[in-house]
């Protein structure tokens, strides 16, 4: 069982920073391509970012980019997303998702191909 397990969000106003940790349990995470995705409620589940298997390529929503980054350690099962300058159209519920891949340098940026997903953590942002 693959368990995915957001953290860091939080009330911020806008033009702070924050970052967010996925932690995955229960599989071998060099294994796992993972994405960031973002919900408000009443519109369709957003990509915000992903990052290959050997976090040597990465993805990024033309609305996040240059704002946004993605990084993963494998020694701690872990991808981060640091997000800075945050806008009030950045408040959402930020999940992150994995799917095992054969392939160390392709990463996923449609969302049914993910197959585990987190519970999601709340970011705020207040103009």
């Known amino acids: 069982q693959v368990t995915l397990v957001e953290s860091g969000g939080g009330l911020v106003q806008a033009g702070d920073s924050l970052r967010l940790s996925c932690e995955v349990s229960?599989?071998?995470?060099?294994?796992?391509?993972v994405g960031w995705f973002r919900q408000v409620p009443g519109i369709e589940r957003e990509f915000v970012a992903s990052i290959s298997r050997s976090g040597i390529s990465t993805r990024y929503s033309d609305s996040v980019k240059g704002r946004f980054t993605i990084s993963r350690d494998n020694a701690k099962d872990t991808v981060y997303l640091q997000m800075d300058n945050l806008g009030s159209g950045d408040t959402a519920v930020y999940l992150c998702a994995a799917v095992a891949s054969q392939y160390r340098e392709i990463d996923y940026f449609i969302r049914q191909h993910y197959v585990y997903w987190g519970q999601g953590t709340q970011v705020t942002v207040s103009s």
């Open positions: 229960g599989g071998t995470f060099s294994m796992y391509a």
